[in-house]
């Protein structure tokens, strides 16, 4: 028991932001749909119907949504989709990120955690449904919260135990969620995938829908993420025991690597991370190829028509682009963000475990080291945004899709901006609270991206919703680069920079 709570006092932060972020978004989803939907039947009913639809295109990322006209049903969708991704993303980086040998205990002081923010995630949806003189029921929002924890628990599970597995376990736990989360999703696209989807515990989480009139609660989905969960954990605290008693000591040396990229300033921050980048390289380029295969599928019946009726290879031409930046350039933005919190994660480490105090005392000034960091993540965007453009662009060719080529490249580029901002930002946080900041910076990019989604709906003034990256980058595979957007991006890019340069400055390494 002290393990576990020793456990959960060392993360306090991180469970802070994600109690913060799972009330926040519930909350603020709730206030949006009262402005949204309007006061009567009718005007609800049109805007279940215009969600409905919204979905149809989104089918490659996210379930569809059931009676989304209803406060209840928009919740579901809208708040407690994004935080299953949410707390999966959280559940990888806390069963990969430690190396305690105190599996259970791990375990479950992280159940604990999840527990806490679902708590607090349901006590938003009762205080925004309240606010607008509405109630959901008790029971649903239980058990909502409880697939909730059962997802995350089980995503932890099976990431904890890649990690007793091999060296490279964010890499390779990461993948395997990535590939077990589309194959679920796909599968609602490519039919051929629907004997493969009961592998994935999202497919399970996706059999409840609770909190909604007339909703279900699927009792088998729940026993099989139970135990997933159970199984996983058993299995790596079973892989744990055997490789700390089977363990070899490796010889180990103190002559310098003859490496030559480790000379170069940008190289030597993303040579060690070689293997993790390179899964990210395959993993940007698998996704443009099949997220242009799903918008094809589910553009099927529009391209059976006759090509020579009047309009019609225009209208294509500008659907295409529409869904494909709702579908190909919105992942992207989401795993941009994600790749920047593990470099965030990974210069908060290199503050707390002496890394970089040691660097400081070669000397090295400390302005370089800020702009090392946030040249490699530059570059590492960079390539990712390449390779994915690229696969996107010839897959669209063979499939005969036409895209402009300069819109493309203009997605590219933002891409690349995106992940500059969201960078300095971490940077700044990394500078100024380097232990909180890894938590900080979730709680950002979760408060950004609810800015873009809902910040018009709760009538938020312009400025506050021009400083998100999320709204700034637009929709430029459908419209096009925004010179003023552009512009924005730039300035916060800048100002995040020079402001960590300035912290870190100030601040007392080491101390």
């Known amino acids: 028991m002290s393990a576990t709570l020793r456990a959960l ?4 932060w991180t469970v802070l932001a994600f109690a913060i972020a799972g009330f926040a978004t519930t909350l603020l989803q709730s206030l949006a749909y009262f402005r949204m939907a309007g006061h009567t039947f009718a005007e609800r009913a049109a805007f279940g119907y215009s969600l409905s639809t919204e979905a149809v295109a989104n089918a490659a990322l996210f ?42 205990s791990r375990a479950a002081a992280f159940a604990l955690s999840v527990i806490i923010a679902s708590v607090a995630a349901c006590i938003g949806v009762l205080i925004g449904a309240a606010s607008g003189g509405e109630s959901v029921g008790g029971l649903p929002l239980v058990e909502a919260g409880v697939l909730l924890v059962a997802l995350a628990i089980a995503c932890y599970a099976i990431c904890l135990l890649v990690a007793q597995l091999t060296p490279a376990a964010t890499v390779v736990a990461g993948g395997l969620l990535l590939t077990l989360y589309f194959l679920n999703s796909l599968s609602r696209i490519f039919t051929q995938l629907d004997l493969a989807r009961w592998l994935s515990p999202f497919h399970y989480y996706d059999l409840s829908t609770p909190l909604p009139p007339g909703g279900h609660f699927d009792l088998g989905g729940l026993a099989m ?24 000591p490796r010889r180990t040396t103190h002559e310098p690597s003859g490496t030559p990229l480790l000379g170069l300033a940008v190289t030597r921050e993303l040579y060690s991370e070689r293997i993790a980048l390179a899964a990210w390289c395959a993993a940007f380029a698998v996704l ?12 099927q019946g529009l391209l059976s028509l006759p090509r020579l009726l009047p309009g019609l290879p225009q209208y294509i031409f500008v659907f295409y682009a529409q869904v494909l930046g709702q579908t190909w350039f919105h992942a992207a933005v989401l795993m941009l963000a994600g790749l920047t919190f593990a470099f965030v994660a990974r210069w908060a480490a290199e503050d707390r475990d002496g890394r970089l105090e040691a660097e400081l005392s070669a000397p090295y000034s400390r302005s370089a080291v800020v702009l090392e960091r946030l040249g490699a993540l530059a570059v590492t965007a960079a390539v990712l945004a390449a390779l994915s453009g690229l696969s996107v662009a010839f897959t669209s060719r063979s499939a005969n899709l ?29 500078s100024w609270v380097p232990r909180a900041a890894p938590a900080l910076f979730v ?28 709204r ?18 730039l300035l916060l890019a800048l100002v995040g920079l020079g402001s960590s340069i300035l912290v870190m400055q100030r601040r007392d390494v080491g101390a």
Do not use: K
Not at 288 to 299: E, P
């Open 288 to 299: 443009g190829i099949v997220l242009v295969a799903a918008t094809r599928s589910s553009m």
């Open 443 to 470: 709680g950002f990019a979760f408060a950004s991206y609810l800015d873009d989604q809902i910040g018009g709906a709760l009538g938020l003034p312009g400025w506050a919703q021009s400083i998100s990256a999320f």
């Open 402 to 430: 036409a895209l402009d080529p300069a819109r493309l490249v203009d997605a590219c580029l933002l891409l690349v901006l995106f992940s500059l901002v969201m960078g300095a930002a971490g940077s700044l946080l990394v």
């Open 472 to 489: 700034l980058v637009g929709a430029p595979l459908a419209s096009g680069i925004d010179g003023r957007n552009l512009a924005l991006l």
């Open 63 to 104: 379930s569809p949504p059931f009676r989304p006209g209803t406060i209840a049903g928009y919740v579901e969708w809208r708040a407690f989709g994004p935080l299953a991704i949410l707390f999966a993303a959280w559940a990888l980086v806390a069963a990969t990120g430690a190396r305690s040998p105190q599996i259970v």
């Open 225 to 248: 993420l139970v135990a997933i969960a159970a199984v996983g954990i058993a299995l790596a605290a079973g892989a744990s025991t055997s490789r700390v008693g089977g363990q070899v």
């Open 9 to 12: 006092g060392q993360a306090r």
